[in-house]
C-alpha cells in the first residue's frame, strides 16, 4: 500500500520536503506520493504531512485564510504523523511570541523567532539526535530556538537548548532537515 504524504505549499520549501519525502520512503522501501496542499480538502487524504520552512506569519495567515489549520488539527487529532521544519515549528507551536503569528498550539512549546541570528544567520552544525544513531547535518537557516518546553519530548539540543522536539504524533525541528541528502528524520518522523 502506498503512502500519502502531504507537504503544505502555501509558501516555504516545498520540493525540497518531496524530495527528502521520497528518499525516506525508498530507505524504508515504502512508496509513496506526495500531494503539495495549497487548499483545503487534501489533508484528510493524507496519511503524513509536512510543514516547511518559509516565514512563519505568511504561512500561519494562509493556514488559517484557506481552511488547511483546522484541517491540521484534524490530522494531528487523529494521531497522524507531522513534520514541522523551523517555520513550520513556529506555526505549530503553542505560543510564537509574536502576534503576527497565529500558532496552532500543536507542539506544546514556546519558541522565539529567529533566536540564533544574533550568533550566526545560517550554520550547520552535527547535531544528537534522540533515536538517530549517528549525528545528524542540521542546517539552521534564521532559525527559532525553543524556549519553554511543556508536555513535550525534546530530541535535540543545540548550545544547552532544544532544537527538535516530539508532542505525539508531531516531530518539530529548529533546522532544516530537508536541505541535506540524509533523510533519517524524514523516516524518523513518518515511517518509524
Ligand atoms: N525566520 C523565519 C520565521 O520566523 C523562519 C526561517 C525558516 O523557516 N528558515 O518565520
Known amino acids: 500500500m502506498s503512502v500519502t504524504a502531504g507537504v503544505v505549499a502555501v509558501q516555504g520549501d516545498v520540493a525540497e520536503h518531496a524530495a527528502a519525502i521520497a528518499r525516506a520512503a525508498a530507505r524504508y522501501e515504502e512508496s509513496v506520493e506526495v500531494l503539495e496542499v495549497r487548499e483545503a480538502g487534501l489533508v484528510p487524504e493524507c496519511d503524513v504531512l509536512a510543514v516547511p520552512g518559509g516565514e512563519s506569519t505568511t ?13 491540521v488539527r484534524d490530522h494531528v ?26 500558532p496552532l498550539g500543536l507542539v506544546d512549546v514556546a519558541v522565539e523567532r529567529n533566536a540564533f541570528g544574533r550568533q550566526a544567520e545560517s550554520f550547520e552544525a552535527p547535531l544528537a539526535v534522540s533515536g538517530l544513531e549517528e549525528p545528524f547535518p542540521a542546517v539552521f537557516i534564521r532559525a527559532p530556538v525553543i524556549d519553554e518546553v511543556g508536555d513535550a519530548e525534546v530530541l535535540a539540543e543545540w548550545d544547552g537548548r532544544a532544537v527538535a522536539v516530539r508532542d505525539g504524533p508531531v516531530v518539530a525541528t529548529a ?14 518522523a513518518f515511517f518509524e
Open 59 to 71: 504561512i500561519s495567515r494562509l493556514l488559517h485564510d484557506e481552511g488547511i489549520a483546522a484541517e
Open 77 to 102: 487529532a487523529a494521531g497522524k504523523p507531522v513534520l514541522a521544519t523551523c517555520a513550520g515549528l513556529i506555526v505549530l507551536s503553542s505560543d510564537a511570541r509574536d502576534d503576527r503569528v497565529s
Open 175 to 188: 533546522f532544516h532537515p530537508e536541505l541535506t541528502p540524509d533523510a533519517r528524520l524524514h523516516g524518523l
